[in-house]
């Protein structure tokens, strides 16, 4: 059984920065791709930021630029540096594979952004 836990979410200011990470439970995690979706009060979950087993990426256009995915096969961790951050950046965090599987969502991180 496959899990994810998500961490690093908090509080920070406009433009500041934070780093997710999502360790994974699994032995055949490298072979997934993976991606971190958001969703914020009211809307859908959307991904923001994808990577595949052997190391290629993609990202929404909302945060191409700011956003970098990384992953540490050796460590089954996924990890998404945030930088320069807006208010509407704010959402809870999740990381599952790509295509996302339903029964592999956890309880995400929150993120907020504010003054």
């Known amino acids: 059984q496959v899990q994810f836990v998500e961490s690093g979410g908090g509080l920070v200011q406009p433009g500041g920065s934070l780093r997710l990470s999502c360790a994974a439970s699994?032995?055949?995690?490298?072979?997934?791709?993976m991606g971190w979706y958001r969703q914020a009060p009211g809307k859908q979950r959307e991904l923001v930021a994808g990577i595949t087993g052997g190391g290629s990426t993609n990202y929404a256009d909302s945060v191409k630029g700011r956003f970098t995915i990384s992953r540490d096969n050796a460590k089954n961790t996924v990890y998404l540096q945030m930088n320069s951050l807006k208010p509407e950046d704010t959402a809870v965090y999740y990381c599952n594979t790509l295509p996302a599987r339903q029964s592999y969502w956890g309880q995400g991180t929150q993120v907020t952004v504010s003054s």
């Open positions: 699994g032995s055949i995690f490298s072979i997934y791709a």
